[in-house]
């Protein structure tokens, strides 16, 4: 199965009026157990994205970057590779350049005038690539900024920042906040909904990790269709793997332990997939074994 575009998948999930899930990863552990999850999902197609952190842990984009389109280009299901929160446009132009099929340019901290203005210019770049682009407003409520609980995003500026950007997909402010180790977010479903109405490009739900499932089935229902996951991802890794330590501290083979953190994501994301698609599925059994390629 090729590459394909993240515009590709996100338009078939809206069209059917399911999420699409976007998976963040770290390395390449997650990068290959977010690929095993959906192939395990009814063949369920994925976005794999690459934050701008994410990046910076690894130095530069390049080896994270081309690793993840290998990973995708590999892979028996349609695989996006997306640049999640980039706030340079320099780091855009290396993603693109690279072969990312996507990008999100994060120019929220900027006033509304000046974001329009960057996030256009990087639209028109990147469109002139053929690469598709999502972005978000800045600061609606909350000091801690867009994706803060009391944060909310404007209808009707949302879709004016559309008209005036270019863009392909907007991130909203409806209640989630990223990070979050809890999973009790209250999303403004009425809210959701109006900017369903105005907006004429998919939404994107940024901090998905502290919404609990139905939360995300009723984001869906109510017109969200792309869906940001990092964290949890994160906690169920860092779990599996403490447990394998606990239970071998002999081992020195970080195969081992580090393939009990994929073999976890991996069942979360199918799992999770399940529930952007409205179904419920059963959980799929991934061992260790079945993780490490010796």
Same mark, same amino acid.
């Given at each position: 199965?090729?590459?394909?575009?993240?515009?590709?998948?996100?338009?078939?999930?809206?069209?059917?009026?399911? #999420?699409? #899930?976007?998976?963040?990863?770290?390395?390449?552990?997650?990068?290959?157990?977010?690929?095993?999850?959906?192939?395990?999902?009814?063949?369920?197609?994925?976005?794999?994205?690459?934050?701008?952190?994410?990046?910076?842990?690894?130095?530069?984009?390049?080896?994270?970057?081309?690793?993840?389109?290998?990973?995708?280009?590999?892979?028996?299901?349609?695989?996006?590779?997306?640049?999640?929160?980039?706030?340079?446009?320099?780091?855009?132009?290396?993603?693109?350049?690279?072969?990312?099929?996507?990008?999100?340019?994060?120019?929220?901290?900027?006033?509304?005038?000046?974001?329009?203005?960057?996030?256009?210019?990087?639209?028109?770049?990147?469109?002139?690539?053929?690469?598709?682009?999502?972005?978000?407003?800045?600061?609606?409520?909350?000091?801690? #900024?867009?994706?803060?609980? #009391?944060?909310?995003?404007?209808?009707?500026?949302?879709?004016?920042?559309?008209?005036?950007?270019?863009?392909?997909?907007?991130?909203?402010?409806?209640?989630?906040?990223?990070?979050?180790?809890?999973?009790?977010?209250?999303?403004?479903?009425?809210?959701?909904?109006?900017?369903?109405?105005?907006?004429?490009?998919?939404?994107?739900?940024?901090?998905?990790?502290?919404?609990?499932?139905?939360?995300?089935?009723?984001?869906?229902?109510?017109?969200?269709?792309?869906?940001?996951?990092?964290?949890?991802?994160?906690?169920?890794?860092?779990?599996?793997?403490?447990?394998?330590?606990?239970?071998?501290?002999?081992?020195?083979?970080?195969?081992?332990?580090?393939?009990?953190?994929?073999?976890?994501?991996?069942?979360?994301?199918?799992?999770?997939?399940?529930?952007?698609?409205?179904?419920?599925?059963?959980?799929?059994?991934?061992?260790?074994?079945?993780?490490?390629?010796?």
């Amino acid at each position: 199965m090729p590459l394909v575009g993240t515009g590709e998948i996100v338009g078939a999930a809206a069209a059917a009026r399911h #999420g699409c #899930g976007a998976f963040n990863a770290i390395q390449l552990e997650h990068i290959t157990a977010i690929i095993t999850g959906a192939s395990a999902a009814a063949e369920a197609p994925v976005i794999v994205q690459l934050s701008q952190n994410a990046v910076k842990y690894h130095g530069s984009l390049a080896p994270v970057g081309t690793a993840a389109l290998a990973a995708a280009r590999e892979a028996a299901i349609p695989v996006a590779v997306h640049l999640d929160h980039a706030e340079s446009a320099d780091l855009v132009r290396e993603a693109v350049a690279l072969g990312f099929g996507s990008v999100m340019f994060d120019a929220s901290k900027l006033d509304y005038t000046d974001n329009v203005r960057a996030t256009r210019e990087v639209a028109a770049y990147c469109h002139d690539h053929g690469v598709w682009v999502e972005a978000e407003l800045g600061e609606v409520g909350g000091k801690d #900024g867009v994706h803060a609980p #009391g944060a909310r995003t404007d209808p009707d500026e949302a879709a004016e920042f559309v008209a005036s950007t270019g863009v392909d997909a907007l991130a909203v402010a409806v209640g989630s906040s990223h990070a979050m180790l809890t999973r009790d977010a209250a999303l403004d479903f009425d809210l959701i909904a109006r900017l369903e109405e105005r907006v004429p490009v998919p939404l994107v739900l940024h901090g998905s990790s502290g919404v609990p499932d139905e939360g995300l089935a009723e984001a869906v229902r109510a017109g969200m269709t792309k869906i940001n996951i990092a964290t949890q991802l994160n906690k169920v890794f860092t779990a599996a793997v403490a447990d394998d330590w606990r239970a071998h501290p002999e081992r020195v083979d970080p195969r081992k332990y580090l393939g009990a953190g994929r073999a976890a994501v991996a069942v979360e994301v199918r799992r999770l997939l399940g529930v952007l698609k409205l179904d419920h599925v059963e959980p799929v059994k991934v061992t260790i074994e079945q993780t490490l390629r010796d």
